[in-house]
């Protein structure tokens, strides 16, 4: 939202460039979108990291167009005025056909703009031509990504990072996220391109910054080393059965 408590647009988060820090966080449920929206989040991401944190998948690419519109949907419903990214699941993107096609379906479930993966500059061109909200994602690709290492470190890897982001700016994308990458390049995109940035594990330079609530919360095992932890809500839950248990053993509840 915005100050008069309106829900931000594409355009004016394109805006909001090198004039205003912009925080993101993922949700995935109405609970938590609406504490979310409470809290004056700007944009709330519904990424396909449900499918690891959320649904127990060891990978992303696990995740399906029906259980996107799921959850879209779901958060809509505890923020409807807050901005929402909703995420491409694996392959839903691979032409620009199937692209505008899911594209609308996430829409339609409650998204503001559609988030994909990669240097796919035709179908990020087609979807813009077509009236559709587009966020970028360089750096680590999780959908196709080998590993979980930073990415960009070396020169080559770099430049390549570095191109990818000038593409997908040029091809219409109105934010760009970069995922686990040095901070000094980072640093170089953000200065380089014309939208705002959103790192995630990418240095303070950003235009904002994004994180998987569930690691923000620490809800689960294990987080990304460049993750933060603000609370530990699996302790809160932990104990809480805890309690419960104990009470309905001895009788007490």
Not at 60 to 81: D, F, K, L, S, W
Request: with cysteine; glycine share 8%; net charge positive.
């Amino acid at each position: 939202m915005d100050m008069t408590g309106k829900k931000l647009s594409a355009e004016s988060l394109r805006r909001m460039k090198s004039v205003a820090p912009i925080p993101m966080l993922t949700a995935y449920t109405t609970p938590v979108a609406r504490c979310l929206e409470q809290a004056g989040v700007a944009v709330i991401l519904v990424g396909d990291t449900v499918g690891m944190v959320e649904m127990g998948f060891d990978s992303t690419r696990h995740v399906t167009m029906e259980h996107m519109q799921y959850h879209i949907g779901a958060v809509r419903r505890g923020a409807p005025n807050t901005h929402i990214i909703g995420d491409f699941p694996y392959r839903s993107d691979r032409d620009p056909d199937t692209a505008l096609r899911n594209a609308r379906l996430l829409l339609a479930a409650g998204a503001d703009s559609v988030k994909l993966e990669g240097p796919k500059y035709e179908v990020i061109h087609h979807l813009v031509k077509n009236g559709i909200d587009v966020v970028g994602h360089t750096g680590l690709t999780p959908q196709t990504a080998a590993n979980f290492k930073q990415v960009g470190k070396d020169a080559a890897e770099a430049e390549r990072v570095l191109d990818e982001a000038k593409g997908i700016t040029e091809a219409g994308a109105f934010l760009l996220v970069l995922e686990h990458i040095p901070d000094a390049l980072a640093e170089k995109i953000t200065t380089a391109v014309k939208i705002p940035t959103i790192g995630i594990g990418a240095g303070k330079n950003c235009d904002g910054q994004v994180l998987v609530i569930n690691d923000a919360i620490g809800m689960g095992d294990r987080w990304p080393p460049f993750s933060r932890q603000y609370a530990y809500v699996s302790k809160t839950i932990t104990e809480a059965a805890k309690t419960f248990v104990s009470q309905v053993k001895k009788r007490k509840f």
